[in-house]
């Protein structure tokens, strides 16, 4: 499956409006932790590397450019086989050994508390970030490439509906921890054209 989502940050009156009506699936809290080398050779690429809650998982970018991006596009894969796979690397291999061969770290470990929807075939996220960051997702899933404009444009006019204003461009959790605590990553990825 393809996610499409796009980041929003909420007035209270937007997000009683986008919630209401819709159905609550849970609360979680989870941890993940995200990982590249000392050349940030994995997300100036927009390649996301995590471990959430003892899993790891990798979000793999189907964007145009930065300057084009009107919403997030991300193929995930969630076993360490796709992972490795992915990689060209012997599938048969751990996870844990991949990391420490390729000089691998973790540089950020953010806590989130997340509230999840369902509303109209669309999965709303509410999520705050242990950092003091909130904000919202609204992601469509697709099985289909071709379907990527077309469920950017359904997301915009949910959102409309919701007197959301979508055209501002918000930074994920993981880019505003970076803005925060580490502007020469923050920086490289700047300079890569993978977040403005």
Not at 100 to 121: D, I, L, S, W
Not at 133 to 147: Q, V
Request: hydrophobic share 35%; aromatic share 12%.
């Amino acid at each position: 499956m393809i996610e499409v989502e796009k980041k929003f940050i909420l007035t209270t009156e937007q997000e009683k409006s986008l919630i209401e009506g819709a159905d609550f699936l849970g609360e979680k809290k989870f941890t993940d932790i995200y990982y590249d080398d000392e050349d940030f050779s994995l997300t100036k690429k927009d390649l996301w590397l995590r471990n959430r809650e003892g899993r790891f998982e990798l979000k793999i970018p189907m964007n145009e450019s930065i300057e084009k991006r009107i919403s997030d596009q991300y193929k995930e894969l969630e076993s360490d086989e796709e992972i490795l796979k992915y990689f060209h690397v012997d599938t048969t291999a751990s996870i844990k050994g991949f990391l420490v061969a390729k000089k691998y770290k973790q540089f950020c470990v953010v806590k989130t508390t997340r509230k999840k929807y369902k509303k109209e075939g669309f999965n709303i996220d509410l999520d705050i970030v242990d950092f003091g960051y909130t904000l919202a997702e609204i992601e469509y899933m697709i099985s289909d490439e071709s379907k990527i404009k077309e469920a950017i444009q359904a997301i915009i006019e949910f959102a409309k509906k919701h007197d959301i204003d979508s055209a501002e461009y918000i930074r994920g959790k993981v880019t505003e921890y970076l803005r925060r605590n580490n502007s020469k990553h923050f920086q490289a990825l700047v300079d890569a054209k993978v977040i403005i």
